[in-house]
């Protein structure tokens, strides 16, 4: 169902129930990603999204309500169930609704396309030999990945007041897990942009945080307290 005819709907609900004041939120996403573990595709999801919330004044008191299958009866019934909800508000703080800005900012459309899944495993596929590429201490259980989706939203109110907006985002990350032979940690780097142009920078810097010099200060720290437990221990004996 498109935007214009939701906007329809629930004007003409909210005028049958005698309401005046309202306001709605409208978003609609969609999200798709994939990981690598070694060098297979260990997991891979897509999802989708939508969700609508009505806020209204009844009375002098909020009344609000969402839903998230997007049909005529369930719009129409999302408008009563505000309506409703509205008698059960103790507050007496004077209920509001924003008419909005006289004037807005006039932003572009951005242009997004959102990668195939078959582009999307190749992507973190590449980010995982990527890894193990950056050092030899880079083991077996590091985990890379990626993703992406774009998100849509309306707002609109009784006012006159209509906003829209949408965009597009990738993320990618790389969780190496690093070892000098005694000791092993992890770590990880995320990155949320418009573009994967920064693989190389995600990679080098989830392995730098963990290089073999730190996990040796770990495991030189380690066996510090470990002697000086043993240090105290005979220490109290002795005073025995």
Do not use: W
Request: with cysteine; proline share 2%.
């Amino acid at each position: 169902m498109k935007f214009t005819e939701i906007k329809q709907i629930l004007s003409d609900a909210a005028l049958s129930a005698g309401i005046t004041d309202f306001d709605v939120y409208y978003s609609v996403s969609s999200d798709i990603s994939a990981e690598a573990l070694k060098d297979e595709i260990s997991g891979f999801s897509s999802s989708d999204a939508i969700g609508i919330g009505f806020r209204c004044i009844v009375n002098g008191k909020f009344g609000q309500a969402s839903c998230e299958h997007i049909t005529k009866d369930e719009l129409e019934s999302l408008v009563l169930r505000a309506a409703e909800n509205a008698q059960y508000i103790e507050s007496d703080d004077e209920a509001i609704i924003f008419k909005g800005s006289e004037q807005y900012a006039d932003i572009p459309p951005e242009s997004f396309e959102v990668p195939s899944a078959g582009e999307l495993k190749d992507i973190a596929l590449d980010i995982q030999k990527r890894t193990y590429g950056t050092s030899d201490k880079v083991i077996d259980g590091t985990q890379c990945g990626c993703g992406a989706g774009n998100v849509e939203i309306h707002m609109f109110n009784s006012y006159g007041l209509e906003l829209h907006k949408s965009a597009g985002f990738v993320n990618y990350y790389s969780f190496p897990v690093v070892s000098d032979g005694q000791e092993t940690e992890d770590s990880g780097e995320v990155k949320m942009s418009r573009n994967f142009s920064e693989i190389d920078a995600v990679v080098k810097k989830a392995v730098d945080r963990m290089t073999p010099h730190e996990i040796f200060a770990l495991y030189r720290s380690s066996l510090e307290e470990k002697l000086e437990e043993i240090f105290l221990k005979i220490s109290a004996e002795e005073v025995m």
